[in-house]
């Protein structure tokens, strides 16, 4: 079954500043509490392929789609040798909208599956908070970013 997260923070930025933290896809170990390293193997933009990893393992997202200052999609290679997570499915829409006056709405919407139901069923609720957690570091990580940038 496949289930959903959606987190979403507003920043007293503007769009554009916004959408230049969260798209320097390349640099995103420096504001995810659970990435080492993070770099692009190739292209930009919608195609492009990012490898990441952790002290648990390695994996490559795929980005299937790119819209400047607005969104991007991408998919986790979940099946690949060295994936960390008992995941079948994570794939993630981010997004950044305008909120007024220099603000702007950031949300991330992650859609995952387990590998295993029971599995899933045992450990799902402790990896959802785990991973909002991340998540909301993540944001506050970027939100002091572009506040300073800003």
């Known amino acids: 079954m496949i289930k959903n997260i959606s987190i979403s923070r507003v920043v007293n930025a503007s769009k ?11 640099g995103y170990a420096k504001y995810a509490p659970n990435i080492d390293n993070s770099k692009i193997l190739s292209g930009q933009g919608k195609g492009m392929i990012r490898e990441c ?4 393992g390695n994996w490559r997202e795929i980005y299937t ?21 008992p995941f079948k ?11 007024g006056d220099n603000k702007t709405l950031i ?3 992650f ?16 990896m959802r908070r785990q991973f909002i957690k991340a998540c909301q570091t ?12 800003a």
């Open 16 to 26: 554009t500043a916004t959408w230049a933290i969260i798209s320097d896809v390349a």
């Open 53 to 56: 990893s952790n002290k648990d």
């Open 65 to 85: 789609a790119w819209q400047p200052e607005h969104y991007y999609d991408f998919e986790i290679e979940t099946q690949k040798k060295g994936y960390p997570y």
């Open 89 to 99: 499915l994570l794939t993630g829409h981010w997004e950044v909208k305008p909120k």
């Open 107 to 109: 949300t991330m919407n």
């Open 111 to 126: 859609d995952y599956e387990f590998k295993n139901k029971l599995l899933g069923f045992m450990i799902g609720p402790m």
């Open 138 to 149: 993540l944001l506050d990580n970027w939100e002091k970013s572009v506040i300073t940038t």
